[in-house]
């Protein structure tokens, strides 16, 4: 969206707006407009989130701001700050009673304006006082079902606007009025009167003819698409509540030497509180007593849990995989780095600026057009002595061939078809400003665990010392770990099973917090974990282990040693290894003209390791979740149009931040939604298929959209000259709308790449 912003020497604070009762893209370029020529205001309005964000000088005040957007016709408030994880659920959702009631809306036109016009339609089905009928069926579908409509097009009215809203409210209760009118005035309500159906062009005074069909039908078609895009906006603020829900609910504090459990709401900087294993960390802190391993990953990316102890610092909403801690809290609430993630998320939603639609954009010059013609229409046709009744009937059919039926179907139908092809292949496509960021798209960021990888620990490599036997090194190594809770642990106690078989008991099982694992195993003393470990235990560890173990390590991977009988037997290496498509999908990516970038938290060895195997160049390591979004933001600064694909967390912000996020439906809430496309099948290679996918549809719904106004422009000439009798309005329409319909089928053939 395009902004009217000034330079400002000086606005040094900065608000959020909700804003109300915006009903297309126009809407939120004409609050900008107004917002800005103020004095010390630069103002972006998204119309996607609802929001405005808005720097102003110190003579301007909120009270101003929101003044003036109500001047402008429209409602504005500073929205209420998100609430915590504690909260109550429920409470934090967005009231749907706004959507609910377009639904009831919408099913009661559906319901109301197919009969209507069936029976416009067909006139073997025109019975004595069908045209009655229609008129009971169709006078709810305008009045109630259209109300929105109307609604916007007085409030674009009183301050001197006009919208597709507009053309619509004009058009439907026009031939609803001249409907009225032909029905108790002239000889439409004669008994016996039918529609035939007559492709002949001939003049006629509109007396007996009636318009319910193109009313009814077009506010239902015109309501279902409003109805769509107010659903997809609801989703908005979800990304928000799910990474909020990540957090704690509820912590065990220690109060006057006892355990209490307590809302994570009363927690406060200072206390101090248990974590057991298996827990989630409740906030961010530093450990004051016990070790374990915390798994990180959801909000760092990094894919082996991290050693911690006492003096080091742990994130809230990460999880104790080990021993139990002790934490000091050091932040809570809106200060804890889950809340500043999520903030990071809104930032970047409400940053992106919605793409205008392009039926609005065009609507800015049409809707002025066919008004200034359908009066210019009744002026000539007076003018000239046709009369009255010709003359509106003449003006009349200038608003309703205006009217936009087809081209209400033109996204929808298109947007359906596409979007339920996506679903069988596992594409989930949010909304229609989602496909016009794939046509522009030219750098594809990729985060590396769970989207490039397994974002799962794997044993990966065995090296047994000269002379002992590869099998025996698993066996036992394997038993000893399976004890342990550790990821690490776990993956090579998988590994061990898959190719040694059964592993036998272990007795004896010791964990040392952040070295390794020891336990009795056929008789054998069994130490696994660091060579510091085996060492300790007074097991010798040879050059050659040493060696393997940091060759391991060199290739990214993460390694251990086993031994007993007082020497090391060997090394283990686990890895997060790639998926088995991801390499084709890098290869499919640059085929359809993208540039891979590899992003991660993981070190800059294990991303080069994992970048060479896939066939990446460019790659960003080290990379924290604030980063992250820097990185997206340095990009696009460089002209890039950018797309981030990533599964975790850690990745929500930048997937909101980017032109256009996907995320792998094997991936965590916060993700999916902050992202425009979510890809079920958590393969990189449904990513490549998503984008073909989108830019097919996006070239269907414009091939829509340009045939919808060409069948409009081209009767308007027959309108005005009076030759377009109801029937062929009628027929223009419907065969303009079937068109629309045959095209979007034409999706439904997408195949996958093979």
């Known amino acids: 969206m395009a902004s009217v912003a000034k330079p400002l020497p ?102 109301l304006s197919v009969p209507v016009v069936a029976l416009a339609m067909v006139p073997a089905w025109q019975f004595t006082y069908w045209q009655w009928l229609s008129l009971t069926l169709a006078a709810p579908v305008v009045v109630y079902g259209g109300l929105p409509f109307h609604t916007a097009a007085w409030t674009n009215l009183r301050h001197g606007a006009a919208t ?53 039908g077009v506010t239902t078609f015109i309501l279902a698409g409003r109805y769509f895009e107010a659903r997809s906006k609801r989703r908005a603020g979800a990304a928000l509540r799910a990474l909020l829900e990540l957090g704690a609910k509820d912590v065990t504090v220690l109060r006057d030497g006892a355990e209490r459990r307590i809302p994570i709401t009363e927690l406060a900087v200072g206390d101090r ?23 990180a990953s959801m909000l760092t990316g990094e894919s082996v849990p991290v050693e911690v102890r006492a003096g080091d610092t742990v994130t809230g909403a990460t999880v104790n995989a080990g021993g139990r801690l002790i934490v000091r809290a050091t932040r809570v609430g809106a200060d804890t780095q889950l809340a500043q993630m999520a903030t990071l ?59 936009p039926c087809a081209l209400g179907l033109a996204t929808p139908t298109a947007l359906l078809v596409g979007t339920g092809r996506g679903a069988q292949l596992g594409i989930l496509i949010k909304g229609p400003e989602v496909l016009e960021s794939t046509r522009t798209v030219d750098t594809v960021v990729l985060d590396k665990t769970g989207t490039v990888t397994t974002g799962r620990m794997t044993l990966v490599e065995v090296t047994p010392a000269d002379g002992q036997d590869r099998e025996q090194l698993l066996r036992l190594a394997g ?33 040392t917090e952040g070295l390794g694992v020891r336990g009795t195993v056929d008789g054998h003393e069994v130490v696994v974990g660091r060579p510091a470990l085996l060492r300790q235990a007074g097991l010798d560890v040879p050059a050659q282990v040493e060696q393997a173990l940091a060759a391991a390590q060199q290739g990214g991977r993460t390694a251990i040693v086993a031994g007993w009988d007082g020497t090391a037997r060997g090394a283990l290496a686990v890895a997060d290894v790639v998926k088995a498509t991801s390499r084709d999908a890098v290869a499919a990516l640059r085929r359809l003209g993208l540039t891979p970038v590899l992003l991660t938290g993981d070190n800059a060895t294990v991303a080069r390791a994992v970048a060479d195997e896939v066939g990446i160049e460019q790659v960003f390591a080290d990379v ?125 053939r997408f195949t996958t790449v093979q």
């Open 10 to 111: 000086t606005a040094p604070h900065q608000i959020e707006l909700s804003i109300g009762g915006m009903t297309c893209a126009s809407c939120a370029s004409r609050i900008e407009k107004k917002l800005n020529r103020m004095d010390g205001v630069t103002a972006t309005v998204n119309y996607a989130t609802e929001k405005a964000t808005v720097r102003y000088a110190d003579q301007v005040t909120p009270d101003d701001l929101i003044a003036t957007v109500e001047k402008t016709g429209y409602t504005a408030a500073v929205p209420a700050p998100p609430r915590s994880a504690g909260d109550d659920p429920a409470e934090q959702a967005p009231p749907v009673d706004e959507l609910r009631a377009l639904r009831t809306r919408l099913w009661v036109a559906i319901v």
């Open 164 to 216: 597709m809203d507009t053309l619509i409210s004009m058009g439907t209760l026009a031939a609803f009025g001249w409907s009225l009118w032909a029905l108790f005035f002239g000889t439409a309500g004669t008994p016996g009167m039918t529609h035939p159906f007559e492709l002949a062009i001939g003049r006629t005074d509109g007396a007996g003819a009636i318009y319910l069909e193109a009313a009814a």
């Open 273 to 295: 509180f248990v974590v057991r294993p298996g827990e989630k960390i409740a906030t961010d802190g530093i450990v004051e007593d016990g070790s374990s391993a915390v798994d």
């Open 345 to 403: 998320v809104e930032q970047a939603q409400t940053g992106k600026a919605a793409v205008q639609r392009l039926a609005d954009r065009i609507s800015g010059v049409f809707v002025p057009i066919v008004i200034a013609l359908a009066v210019a229409t009744l002026g000539w046709w007076v003018g000239t002595g046709g009369g009255w009744t010709a003359a509106f009937t003449a003006a009349v059919a200038v608003l309703i061939i205006a009217c």
């Open 479 to 511: 038993a000893v770990e399976a004890a342990s809770e550790h990821p690490i642990a776990q993956a090579v106690a998988r590994g061990a099973a898959d190719i040694a078989g059964d592993l036998p008991p272990v007795a004896n099982f010791a964990n």
């Open 624 to 748: 924290l979740p604030a980063d992250k979004v820097d990185v997206v933001k340095r990009l696009q600064a460089d002209g890039k149009a950018v797309a981030m694909v990533g599964d975790g967390v850690n990745d929500a912000a930048a997937l909101a931040q980017a032109d256009l996020g996907l995320a792998m439906g094997t991936g965590t809430d916060v993700a999916i939604e902050a992202s425009d496309l979510t890809l079920v099948r958590g393969d990189l290679m449904a990513a490549v298929d998503a984008i073909r996918l989108s830019r097919r549809t996006l070239r269907i719904i414009k091939s829509n959209l340009f045939w919808a106004f060409a069948y409009n422009v081209a009767a308007l000439p027959l309108a005005a000259a009076g030759m377009l009798n109801p029937m062929i309005a009628g027929a223009a329409m419907a065969f303009s709308s079937v068109f629309v319909v045959a095209n979007s089928l034409r999706l439904r």
